[in-house]
């Protein structure tokens, strides 16, 4: 029978740690990477999050509850 794993136990970074483990995720390469409001207040801290998004020269992007970085510099363009 399939046991599924537990959950993994709660990683405690710092919030210097948490940004560089979300900025040289694959994703981040170019890509869009997207968190929670309440996870960037929470383990980062918002103004933390966004210094350093801005530092990096993306795009940030909060919709509802969540916070979407577009992990380049081109231009962006909102459709509709």
Known sequence: MFRPSPPAAPVNLSPEDWLRQIFSARAAQGGVVR??????????????????????GFHLLASSNQFIVVCNRDP???LF
Do not use: K, N, P
């Open 35 to 56: 968190r929670s409001i309440a996870w960037g207040d929470r383990e980062v801290g918002r103004e933390l999050f966004l210094a350093e998004v801005r530092r990096r």
């Open 76 to 78: 962006v363009q909102m």
